[in-house]
């Protein structure tokens, strides 16, 4: 971590790092991400754009950069995005300046955003990425997550939902958690 100015602990410049928390939806990487920005002077939150609806309770800038569809469309042509998703049928990304301004000043940043941004920017930042993959506390709690608060707050239905938890629990259920987190460290979603 780094104290303000870009300095790191021994007073040495640095350049900041980019931390990545991943998960399926629902395990809890918004939850975790909140606590340590609270918790860690020094580390910033990047702010995704999106093409969903703002939510009641969501702040424009804060919570993210809500665009439409055309203007992201721009921006994935115009390389301004580190990373980007589609997740039911919206569009998620990270923009590049915000970014690559906080690391150049030494800021720390973190991202919550799902697998597939976490291995874009493995590729693009191999070098200035530390990555956390977030496993479900058990398959349950999962379920009870998804089929509930995570269905109403993505606007998806409960059938919609289901299939959604019973992907991951198959993918779970067919891989030990020694060998999801050997594949994270071969895959690069973790490191070794």
Known sequence: MTVPGGQGFDGVERRGLMFVLSSPSGAGKTTLSRLLIERMPGL???????????????????????????????????DELLEWATVFDNRYGTPRAPVERALSAGTDVLFDIDWQGTQQLREKARADVVSV?????????????????????????????SVHVSNILAKLSMTSRAEIAAYSVRSGLADA
């Open 133 to 161: 993959f977030i496993l479900p506390p058990s398959a349950a709690d999962l379920e009870k997550r998804t089929n509930g608060e995570i269905a109403a707050r993505l606007f998806i239905s409960p059938k919609t939902a």
């Open 44 to 78: 910033t939150l990047s702010v995704s754009a999106t093409t969903r609806p703002m939510r009641p309770g969501e702040i424009e800038g804060s919570d993210y950069l809500f665009v439409e569809k055309a203007r992201f469309e721009a921006m994935v042509k115009g």
